[in-house]
């Protein structure tokens, strides 16, 4: 069975700092995505990652896939305050006629100014 | 585009009352899914299809009921509410991943409170 971890499950930084965090996941993957959610709001798609060693950034996250290492990052540059949110990384098991994506825990993060 | 499609926003049930949550897709997906979402628990998978006429279990199906007529539409139905259910529900649906990016889009979601 597959399952995705998240570390660390909150986080606190200040703005203009550096942070990562990371999804680890137990099973053979090469299809990782990365979700953020605002309070009240849905899950709004970040990153698709379909190979190892993908990368993707969009401003100040960058996210990328190792599939031998089964590990993630989401690396957050010169945080501001706009990048508060929960994000949630999921794995999909690359299971013939399994569609269901399995979530990690999500992770609460929250910039100070 | 539309995109996912849920109806209602919000809810408010007495403990044993039933309901339907809607969810509709534009989008010509395979799949469709129901998640609820708990603070501190994340999202869990109650129910999902991979096609018209077909559904499975997730996580957490008990007490909830789906079926797949179309294509388009993948209800959820409580049957005898309990104030267990109340959360935050989201439909989901994504295309078949061997032939696209397999990516998950999310409807608004719908908060449910069972007094």
């Known amino acids: 069975e597959l399952k995705v971890e998240q570390n660390p499950l909150f986080l606190s930084m200040q703005e203009g700092k550096n942070y990562t965090i990371y999804c680890n996941y137990s099973t053979t993957s090469d299809r990782l995505y990365w979700y953020r959610q605002d309070p009240g709001k849905s899950l709004e798609s970040l990153f698709v990652?379909?190979?190892?060693?993908a990368v993707k950034q969009e401003g100040r996250l960058m996210a990328s896939l190792d599939t031998k290492a089964r590990l993630s990052t989401l690396h957050i540059t010169a945080a501001v305050h706009d990048l508060s949110a929960t994000y949630f990384c999921a794995v999909d098991p690359n299971l013939q006629g399994a569609q269901k994506l399995v979530f990690g825990q999500g992770t609460r993060l929250t910039i100070n100014p | 585009n539309a995109g996912v499609t849920q109806t209602p926003k919000f809810q408010v049930l007495k403990t044993g009352q039933s309901m339907t949550l809607q969810c509709a897709q534009d989008m010509n997906h395979e799949y469709m899914s129901w998640y609820r979402q708990d603070p501190g628990m994340g999202l869990r998978l109650i129910h999902y299809s991979v096609g018209a006429g077909i559904t499975d279990q997730g996580e957490v199906p008990n007490g909830y009921n789906v079926s797949r007529s179309t294509t388009e539409d993948f209800p959820l139905r409580l049957l005898s509410a309990a104030p267990s259910q109340t959360s935050v529900y989201f439909c989901?649906?994504?295309?078949?991943?061997?032939?696209?990016?397999?990516?998950?889009?999310f409807g608004e979601g719908s908060r449910l409170t069972v007094l």
């Open positions: 989901a649906s994504r295309g078949n991943s061997a032939t696209n990016t397999g990516e998950l889009f």
């Open positions: 990652l379909l190979s190892n060693g």
